[in-house]
């Protein structure tokens, strides 16, 4: 027995009619009468009464009837269901952002996603950057959305650039710095400004000091914090300054102002989706290419700086 043989079944039990049911099934009428005679033969007993025609199914066609309507339903269901999961268009994928405010920098993306693959669950971590690589090795996420600089130099890892930033000033509200239109680089070097840490990322700590030294801010006083969130906070409680990614503007409330900076380099970075390149989810593919910012080049290939 096999799905074609029932499916030849459950159109002739509807149609009561072999020649109805093989113009259907795209076969011959003979094909299909000699794969239902092999059904009955193989079950041991007869699915319809005959006359020169068919007049109906027996009993024990009409309970068959029914088991077979369910398989062939729940077969294409798992094929379908199989497909999708094969294609990437069903499953679930585990995506870590640095913070609560990239996730929602990058939710109108993951949105649109979940829209156009509504069986795909999206699992959505928070993991400081600094364990990213830990937390992809060991399965407990798919992928990465951080800067580059690190994943970079780890030849298991796939880098992919979803957009480029800058940075910018956040100031406390209170802070003499929130009257002023731009900030010059010379007012900013004595002063304490909080950031994400890089710790333990020797390739993005030297980028971020390479930046800051062409920036015309070597003396500024950096303070290093393990999540976004911290800095806003310690931003509120210090009185002082911080430097942000200019989206999370979005995010933050009126204690909180943005100020463009007068420097000698504009401070920028760029966001990357990075992955296991033995991560074999089907999925990774469909999401990275949806997260991608339209300030990026609309070419799909690994990020290399």
Known sequence: MDMRSLTYFVHAAKTLNFTQAAKECYISQTAISLAIAKLEDELGFPLFERNNRIIGLTEAGKEFYNWASQILHSYNNAVKRCTNIASGYAGDIAVAFASFFDGLFFMPELKDFKKRYPEVQIRIRTVPPNHMQEALKSGEIDAAVCWPYDFLTDDDL????????????????????????????????????????????????????????????????????????????????????????????????????????????????????????????????????????????????????
């Open 158 to 305: 796939t880098v992919y650039e979803l957009c480029n930033m800058n940075l910018i000033l956040a100031v406390n509200s209170q802070h003499p710095f929130a009257s002023m239109e731009r900030i010059p680089a010379e007012l900013m070097k004595n002063e304490t400004c909080f950031m994400l840490s890089a710790s333990n990322q020797q390739q993005t700590q030297k980028d971020l000091r390479k930046n800051l030294i062409r920036a015309g801010l070597s003396e500024m006083n950096i303070c290093e914090c393990s999540h976004a969130e911290e800095v806003f906070m310690q931003l509120e409680l210090n009185n002082s300054i911080a430097l942000v990614p200019d989206y999370f503007r979005s995010f933050t409330n009126s204690q909180v102002v943005y100020r463009e900076m007068d420097l000698d380099k504009n401070l920028g970075a760029v966001i990357t989706f990075c992955n296991l390149k033995s991560n074999k989810n089907p999925t990774l593919d469909l999401l990275r290419r949806r997260m991608r910012k339209k300030n990026t080049s609309d070419s799909d290939r690994p990020f290399f700086e």
